[in-house]
């Protein structure tokens, strides 16, 4: 049995509006779109996935990620064109919270990999890529 992708992530945030800012021009230069938009909670679905931030319990406000820990390491999302990643690159310089942790780079993971790697207010990594045709993904 084949699976069709991943359907949505949901990262918990310290803070949803302080992560909104973040997390709301990015998705929206994704072209995904809001599904759900509370205090406690945003959802947006585009791109065949969909992208979640909640809030931590009551008591936890004060943790930061740590990709170490067991759990999440990072987010990889894929673009499209290879020209997308200096795109975001560029408008990740100017977005409220991110912190770009590398700029746009080749990596041998793949032939053509192409990537930049962003982090959340949280510290939550967020990887954008782009790898000619399918890479290593044959389906």
Do not use: W
Not at 32 to 46: F, R, S
Not at 97 to 114: I, L, N, S
Request: proline share 4%; hydrophobic share 35%.
């Amino acid at each position: 049995m084949q699976l069709n992708g991943v359907a949505h992530i949901q990262l918990t945030v310290t803070d949803v509006a302080r992560s909104k800012s973040f997390y709301a021009p990015l998705l929206e230069l994704f072209e995904m779109k809001v599904l759900i938009d509370t205090d406690t909670y945003y959802y947006c679905i585009g791109s065949r996935t969909g992208i979640a931030i909640s809030q931590v319990d009551e008591g936890k406000e004060g943790d930061r990620f740590d990709q170490r820990r067991v759990g999440l390491h990072h987010v990889c999302l894929r673009a499209r064109e290879r020209e997308h990643i200096d795109e975001i690159h560029a408008f990740a310089k100017e977005l409220p919270g991110a912190t770009v942790v590398r700029a746009p780079q080749e990596d041998g993971y793949a032939p053509g990999y192409y990537s930049l790697l962003l982090e959340d207010p949280d510290g939550i990594r967020i990887e954008v890529n782009h790898v000619p045709g399918r890479g290593h993904l044959k389906s």
